[in-house]
């Protein structure tokens, strides 16, 4: 499984990006995936993340900003961002659940090498 992330850059505050993770060697869609990211000196947080069924859910510092979708067709997961803020900054990993027996495993098992978004006021 390989799954690797594009679309970062640098923006001011207010600006938009679009992250996009190219997964293969992956069921995509038959598990969950999501997007996280960790700021210099912090913790990696979850950013977002969609269901199988394609329930999404988001961290409360961006809800009504970021927009996670995937596009099965494509084997490629999307993060859109607006209203970027200097707090957004940091590395933005995707992830993908892992299977075992047919079933979805319930944690993220694969991981994105990273993609580093940078807001500047």
């Known amino acids: 499984v390989k799954l690797v992330e594009s679309g970062g850059g640098s923006v001011q505050d207010g600006g938009s990006l679009k992250l996009s993770c190219a997964a293969s060697g992956y069921i995509f869609g038959g598990c969950g995936m999501g997007w996280y990211r960790q700021a210099p000196g912090k913790e990696r947080e979850s950013v977002s993340t969609i269901s199988s069924d394609g329930t999404t859910r988001y961290a409360d510092s961006v809800k009504g900003r970021f927009t996670i979708s995937r596009d099965n067709a494509k084997n490629t997961l999307y993060l859109q961002m607006n209203s970027l803020k200097s707090e957004d900054t940091a590395v933005y990993y995707c992830?993908?659940?892992?299977?075992?027996?047919?079933?979805?495993?319930?944690?993220?098992?694969?991981w994105g090498q990273g993609t580093q978004v940078t807001v500047s006021s």
């Open positions: 992830a993908a659940e892992g299977r075992g027996g047919g079933y979805c495993l319930g944690e993220y098992n694969y």
